[in-house]
């Protein structure tokens, strides 16, 4: 069910006129998420194509299944040509111990970044950024930071996993070289990409 929306504004002799609708956006009913929009196409201002991927939280997840508890899942609601889905999909993450794959087990080199295949446990209260374009692929496709959460009260993460939603939307990498001092386990914080320029 949509709202409408309509106004005028009176510019002298001339009267414009507005009118939108709105639409509420598909229930995921999860909380402490992280969510990141990734462009899916060239910008073509309000009706560029947008993919909002979310990770973890707590809750009962888009499928209501009503258990309510930490997520170890990713969904992705999808607008297309100025639409939004009618629902949000989940994506089937693959697990590491899976069975023999086209995708290495092991370590791989994902956007120029030296990582290995990683699996996400549920958690909430993470953090999830989407990367400057300095650590894009040439062809530009998209590359997502993830860190931090938490299992339990207690239980406060300082993973950071690296996610690539057009080349690999069901893997999570870790980056296994990453230098300086990293930050300690956490969560309920933000994640703020930076250039790396100086």
Not at 71 to 85: E, K, M, Q, T, V
Not at 140 to 148: D, H
């Amino acid at each position: 069910e949509g709202y409408a929306y309509a106004s005028s504004t009176d510019r002298g002799a001339q009267n414009e006129s507005y009118e939108a609708s709105f639409r509420p956006l598909p229930p995921l009913n999860l909380w402490g998420h992280a969510a990141v929009a990734v462009p899916s196409s060239a910008s073509d201002g309000c009706n560029s194509d947008v993919n909002v991927y979310a990770f973890g939280g707590h809750g009962t997840g888009s499928e209501a299944n009503g258990r309510c508890e930490r997520s170890d899942a990713f969904y992705c609601l999808s607008r297309s040509d100025g639409n939004w889905a009618n629902s949000w999909k989940r994506l089937n993450a693959v697990k590491t111990d899976a069975g023999p794959s086209k995708l290495d087990r092991g370590f791989q080199c994902v956007h120029g970044i030296h990582t290995q295949r990683a699996t996400f446990s549920a958690r909430e209260g993470l953090a999830a950024c989407l990367l400057p374009s300095v650590a894009s692929d040439p062809d530009g496709s998209p590359l997502v930071a993830i860190f931090g959460g938490r299992a339990g009260p207690a239980s406060p993460s300082d993973e950071l996993f690296l996610y690539c939603p057009l080349e690999h939307p069901g893997c999570l990498w870790s980056p296994t070289d990453v230098r300086g001092e990293a930050p300690s386990a956490r969560w309920g914080h933000t994640l703020t990409p930076l250039s790396g320029r100086n």
